[in-house]
């Protein structure tokens, strides 16, 4: 198949070129207010409002790098786009093998390993179940309470709650989602 | 009920039948028996028949259940006749004539006599040679439809012997084809000359061959040939005054008047720049033609409630009969008219509502209310029972067991917002699933679809009196007004319906106590000095957005808002306007984002999201005032 190639940190993901509407250069995206932090945003395509989804953000990679072009997603099926690292090129795709994964990560779950015919390993990447996992997730933030902290009276210091609101994202916000969710209240 | 609207329907809908009722008869006229078109003949007869019964016009329904009586015996044999079809079309066309009656608000005129004729249709008859071109309409008098009434001129000879000889045979010769109404013999300048009135079937040469070699005949004068003059076509009934139109077309005429406001807004912002005293006049005028056209289209699009309160009798019934139960319904307020693309949303949140009602509320017997009305640009819709209410020990102790907050987090909510999570999806009481309710989607359906059409729902319960749960749903969709405001230096809108009222705090009002924030409010419209205040709890629009830290400033401007009840003032950055938008519904994933309820690009191709600030408040735990 005819994929694109891009990079994550040290992953290479191929995605298939049927499954993308556009590669556009990322123009300014608005910020989603109570959305997670691996949304980097939205942006205005042809009137239609796309979510840009950061994927290394979403799928725990650590890595800086971030291309200065958005993937634009069959909207039609999966209506979002995605920031990567660094978008490398197309490529023909033949004869992949599956390479055996034992792992239950998020990262296999929304993508497959394969070795390409150079025996280098690729995960080919399924946005069906890319936003399947990402709905279900967002679904499952619903209907826990929140637990705030205290609202900070005129005069007191901010010094201790530094570490509720870590520093903004780079690209437009990204929301720090340290506060707690879910019966237990986690730690702050 | 008020039976004047329905009338329109049924004269339109009804003259829709007859006149495909017509173009049917046309068509078989020239072919053979279609079997197809006689069912679609009968279906059509069928339903003027029905429709005209239920709207109490006796000899509509007589004449039209005539009709479907004869089609249903022809679609058996499989044949029709011509005459069969003359018939036919004379009875369309008095149904037709008779919706004019209607329709002019005279009584419907006598049909007897074509009710009779038709019986003597029936029983045998000479075929019709000719039958081509369109009937002619006899509006009075009983005349078969097959033969017309002519009149001849029969001139005599000269010498004729005896007249009345002559005349005799005339007449006798004419009686085998036809029916002699009148002779009448006159003489002109010595000649004689036979009138005769005939009721035949006959063509002129038909006649001819009969009238042939009579003694004394000189010339038969046909009249100008009647079976060659065309017969004065019907005219056409009048256009209804109603028209049907497809739902498309109405979401397209409200989709593209959003759009328009867009552009306006768009025009507006480029020509601010330029001050073009000519520009400006034609916007605000172009403002006012849309707001016109929106006005409009927002009338066409409104349908009162009944239309999804109509089936609930039946409803309640089923219900009733199902759990055991002796449920009465009060309905008031049917009239109230709502977008009808919100009509739709609220049809199935309606009835679980009351299911709810019904098999949590309710024991073995009481009553279920339903009430809606409008204030301003919402309308409240309540649903209420007199049951035993919400038990919410229960309800916190499911709470607790299902996972959804732990005992503590439930001890800082109040009542009202334990009662708003029965909303939450999995949740019921009920010890069982029974077939009705149970399963714990109910009021999950019924938030959401609330929370989308930009509504707020709230719960209200009294043990052993009963509950009520309080629907408000703005007007019309997808063209809204918003708030804008901007927190931690972004912006987003909040719906004007959500929003009491705007105000500017200083800090030295706000109070702090047991960690919450509040502020005095004096009751509008009174400024004494030792007036009461109420108390109201202050939230931060950042701190639900959790973008940056914040301070109150030394003047904070406020939104006040309600939830479940109660007032809340949430604090923002600043207040930067109203603004007219045409929201966008959200696909999925941003649609799964709770708090968010939809978004709107701007004329210069930004985009706002647009807050459920009731939805926010509700999920957060410290908002409730119980405790003050």
Known sequence: MKALLFKIGAETFALDFNQIQKVVESPGLFAIPLAPPFFSGALNFHNQIIPVLDLAGYLEIATQQRDSRVIILDLSRYGM???????????????????????????????????????????????????????????????????????????????????????????????????????????? | MDMSKYQELFFSEAREHLQAMNGLLLEMEKGTFDDEKMGQLFRSAHSVKGMAASMGFARTAKLAHQLEDWLSELRKKKELAPQMVELLFEGVGLLENLIDDLQAKKEEREINFFLKKSVRQKTGNSPATLRKSVLQQERSGAT???????????????????????????????????????????????????????????????????????????????????????????????????????????????????????????????????????????????????????????????????????????????????????????????????????????????????????????????????????????????????????????????????????????????????????????????????????????????????????????????????????????????????????????????????????MDISHSDLNCSDDRLTVGLAPLGRNEENQEKEIVPVFFLNEFLALEKTLPKKNNPMILTECGGRKVAIGVDRLIGKKEVFVKALESPLREIKGLSGATILGDGRIFFILDVQSLLQRHPLADAVSF
């Open chain 1, 81 to 188: 786009a995605l920031s990567v690292g660094a978008i490398k090129n197309f490529h023909s795709l033949e004869e992949v093998k599956p390479l055996p994964c034992s792992s239950t990560s998020l990262l296999s779950s929304v993508s497959r390993l394969v070795a390409r015919e150079d025996g280098q390993p690729i995960r080919i990447l399924e946005p069906a179940c890319l936003k399947n996992r990402l709905t279900s997730g967002l679904l499952a933030r619903s209907g826990k309470a929140w637990h705030l902290s205290r609202p900070v009276l005129p005069g007191e210091e901010w010094g201790e709650r530094e570490d509720l609101y870590p520093e903004a994202g780079r690209l437009a916000v990204s929301a720090a989602y340290s506060l707690s969710i879910g019966p237990q209240g986690g730690g702050q």
């Open chain 2, 144 to 502: 078969p439809p097959s033969s017309k009434k002519i009149t001849l001129h029969i001139h005599l000879q000269n010498d004729i012997q005896s007249s009345a000889a002559t005349v005799n045979s005339i007449s006798s010769r004419l009686a085998s084809g036809g029916e002699v109404t009148a002779t009448h013999l006159c003489e002109e300048a010595g000649r004689c000359r036979l009138e005769i009135q005939l009721q035949t079937a006959l063509s002129a040469d038909g006649l001819r061959k009969i009238l042939e070699k009579i003694d004394g005949v000189e010339r038969v004068m046909f009249p100008f040939a009647v079976s060659e003059q065309k017969p004065p076509a019907k005219a056409p009934s009048p256009l209804p005054k109603s028209v049907r139109m497809s739902t498309d077309v109405l979401d397209y005429l409200n989709n593209i008047t959003g759009e328009l406001i867009t552009t306006r807004h768009r025009l507006e912002a480029a020509s601010d720049g330029n001050r073009n005293s000519g520009m400006e006049e034609s916007l605000t005028e172009l403002a006012r033609q849309i707001a016109d056209l929106q006005h409009h289209v927002r009338k066409i699009r409104m349908m009162p409630l009944e239309h999804i309160t109509a089936t609930l009798p039946r409803f309640i019934r089923d219900l009733s009969r199902e759990t055991g139960k002796n449920v009465q319904l009060k309905t008031s307020g049917e009239n109230v008219e709502l977008d009808r693309a919100v009509l739709e949303a609220l049809a199935d949140p309606l009835l679980h509502l009351i299911r709810n009602a019904v098999d949590h509320g309710i024991d073995k017997e009481g009553v279920v209310s339903i009430a809606a009305a409008r204030e301003q640009d919402l309308v409240v819709l309540r649903v209420r029972d007199n049951g035993k209410g919400i038990d919410v020990d229960a309800v916190r102790e499911k709470v607790v067991r299902l996972g959804l907050a732990s005992p503590a987090q439930l001890e800082n909510l109040s009542r009202t917002e334990v009662l708003q999570m029965i909303c939450y999806p999995g949740f019921s009481t009920a010890e069982k699933i029974t077939n009705v309710s149970g399963r714990g989607v109910g009021m999950d359906i019924v938030k959401t679809a609330v929370n989308q059409l930009g509504g707020s729902l709230d719960i209200q319960s009294t043990a052993g009196e009963g509950s009520e749960i309080i629907l408000k749903i703005p007007l019309h969709v997808a063209i809204i007004h918003i708030l804008l405001v901007e927190a931690g230096g972004h912006q987003v809108g909040i719906p004007i319906t959500q929003v009491h009222s705007t």
